[in-house]
C-alpha cells in the first residue's frame, strides 16, 4: 500500500524544465529519501507534495485520492529553507504555527507543553526566537513540523544545521516516528544518513529519476561490479595499464589497509575470473573481495553515467 | 477564513504589542492637540502682554485720539524731542515711538512706528484703523453738513455675498468653499498618509517573513493568496485602530486645554485685539460656516471615505506586498517602491488642484483613474460631485483592487520562494506568465 505516488510530473518555470515525467511511490511506514545534486528537482517535487505549487501536468495521489486541500493538515513539511519570526516569542510562534496546522488551542497547547518537555527547553517558552542558538531554533522548527501528528512527513535537508548531539536526538524522533506508522520523505545529500535510515530511495537528476527502488537491491544491483583488491606490486605500472581505454576496468580508489596497498575497482568485464585474469599479470593478488556499493559511489556513479550518456557536462 | 482570521491575528498582535506603536499612537494625539491648542495659547499670552506706545505727534492736532485699552497705553509725549526719544524709548519703559507728522502738501498726516522689533500687525492695524476713523470724520466735518452723523449711520454699509448651493429641484443648501476646501484637504492628505504608511508596513511584513525564511514553513499550512489578505487585513485593522485613537485622543486632549486655556480664548483673542469691527464681521461667517459645515452631507462623506480609503489602501497593499516579495531585504526595495509612490504624489498634487478648480479636466480624469482616485475623488466630493461620476470612479477602483490583487498573489506566490536575489522588474514580469 502506497500512502503517496506521482504519475508523470510535469513541472516549467519559464524556459527551465524543473519536472520531467517524474513518478514515484511511497510505501506506507517507509522512509523514502530523495537524492540527488542541487538543483535536480528535488524541492520542485516536495512544493508540490506540499501543495505550494503545483505540477503542470501529471498526478499525485494521496491514501489513493488526488491530493485535495484539506491534505495539507495530514503532511507536515520542514523546508530546506527555514527560520521562525525573530521577534516572535517561541511559545506563541509555535502555538501560532500549530493552529495553521488545523490545531485547536487547547490541543495545540496540551502537544507544545509536551514536546517542550521532551526536548527539555520548558523555559523557552517566553523566550525570542531571536535569542535562541540556530541549533536550538531548530528543535522548535522540528517540534512544529510534527505538532499535528501528521500521516506523511517530509523533511528537506534536515539535518543541517544541526550539531551532532540534536542531529542524533532527531534521528532517534524520526525512527520513533516511523515506529509508530508515519511515512517519512526525506531530501538529503548526506548519503550516511540515508543508508542508516531510508528502506527506499529516488535519485532525481537533471528533473528526471534515473534510478529508483527499495535500497537494498539499489545497492546490490547498483554495487555488484566494485572490488576491493589487495596486491602486491607497482601502483603506478596497474594505474597505467588500466587507464588505457578499453581495460574495462576502472581504478575507483587507491589506499593502504594496514600494510598492503588496496584498489577499489569496478569492473565493466562478464565474470570475476575475467577481472582476476586482466589482473594477474599486472600484480600478485592477495586478496579480492565483492564490495556493496556505498550509496555515495552509487549516487556519484549514477549521475556521471547519466551525465555523460546525455552529453551533459557535470559542473 | 479561519486561517485568513489566524494570520490577521498574529499581524495584529505582534504590531500592537510594539512599544512604537504604543508610544506613536499615544504621543501623535498630543502633537496634534499641541498644534491645535498651542497657537491660540500663544496668541492670547502675547495679547495679554501690555505694551506702552509713546505718541510723538509733531503736528499737535491728535492730541488724545489713541485711546488706551487693556492691552495698549498710549501716552502722548510732549517735552522730549524726537531725535532723542528715538534712541531712550524703550529705556523709559515703551515698547515703540509712534510719530504723527505732516507732509508738505498731503492733508493726511504720516505715522510711523518706531520700535526695536517689528510691531505685530494687531497693534499696526489698531493704530492706522483708528487713525484713518479720525481723519475721515475731520474731513466730513469740513464739509459742514448737517445731520452728519445720522447719515453716516444710514450710508454704513456691508455686504457679503453667501454661496449657496441649489439643486434642480430647487432645494437649496448653503454652502461655503472655504469649508470645503478644508474637508477636501485633510480627507486627501490622511488618506495619501495611511496608504503609503501601511502599505510599507505591509511590504516591510513580507520583506520580514522571507528574510527570517519563515515563509515556506507557512505556505505549507496555508495558500500564499490567503497569507496575502491575512496580513493586509491584519495591518488595515493595525491602521485602523491607530487612526480611532488619535481621533479621539486628540479630541479628548484638545478640548480639555481648551477648558483649561480658560473658555472661549478664540473670541477673546478677538475682542482683546482691539480691532473694531474685526469681531462682528468675524462672528458672521462663523455662523454661516457653522451653517455650512451642518449642511455637508456627512453620511456621503464619512461613506466615501471608508469605501476610497479601504479600496485604496488595499490595492496599494497588494502591490506593496508583491513588490516586498521580489526583494531580500529592505535596501533593494527603492527601485520597486517608486512606481508605486509616483502615482500617490501624482494625487496629492491634483487634489492641491482641486482646491482651485474642482471641475476641470485633469481633475475630472485623475478622480476616475483608480490609482488616483481615492486622494482626488475625496477632494471633490465637498464640492460636490454627480452621483453616476462617484459610482463609476467607486466601481473602477473595485476592478482595479481586483485585477492588481490577482496580478500581485502571482507575483507574491512566485516571489517569497525565491532566496538569496533581488529580482528585476524584467523577472516579476516573467513570473506572471508561470503556471500555478
Redesign the interface.
Known sequence: MNLLETHGLEK???NYQALTDLSVAVPQGSIYGLLGPNGAGKTTLI?II?????P?SGEVLFDGKPLS?SD?YR?G???E????????KVGEQAL??A????LDRATAIKRLRHWFEKFGIQGWWDKRVEELSKGMAQKV?FM?TVIHEPELLIFDEPFSGFDPINAQLIRDEIMELRKNGTTIIFSTHNMASVEEMCDHITLINKSRSILSGPIDEVRRTHGSNVYSVAYRGSYERIAQTLQQPGSGIELMAHHTDGTTPVLHLRSALDSTNALLQQLMPLMEVVALNPLVASMNDIFITAVKDYNQAHGIKTA | MKQIFLILQREFNVRVRKKSFIIITLLTPVLFAGLMVLPAYLMQRDDEQLRHIAVADLTAAYDSVLRSSPTLRFSYVHDTPVDELKTTFDKAGYYGLLVIDSVAGNPNPQLTMYARRQPPVTLLTMVESTMEKEVEGRKLSAYQIDNLDQIMASVKTKLRCATINIDSQGVEKRSSTMVAMGVAYVMGFIIYMMVLLTGNMVMQGVIEEKHDRVVEVIISSIKPFNLMMGKILGIASVSLVQIAAWVVLTLLLSSTAMNLLGADAAAQMMSSSGIEGVTDVAAQPANEMLEAIRNLDFGLIIGSFVFFFLFGYLLYAALFAAAGSAVENEADTQQLVLPLTIPMVLGLMVMLFTMKSPDSPLVQWCSMIPFTSPIVMLARIPFGVPTWELLLSGALLVLTFVGCTYVAAKIYRVGILMYGKKASLQEIWKWLRYKR
Not at chain 1, 81 to 88: A, D, S
Open positions: 516549467r518555470y519559464g512544493r506540499n501543495q505550494i505549487t503545483g503542470d486541500s495539507i503532511i513539511y520542514l523546508p529553507e527555514r527560520g521562525l519570526y525573530r521577534k516572535m501560532f504555527l493552529q495553521l496546522k488545523g522548527q512544529v
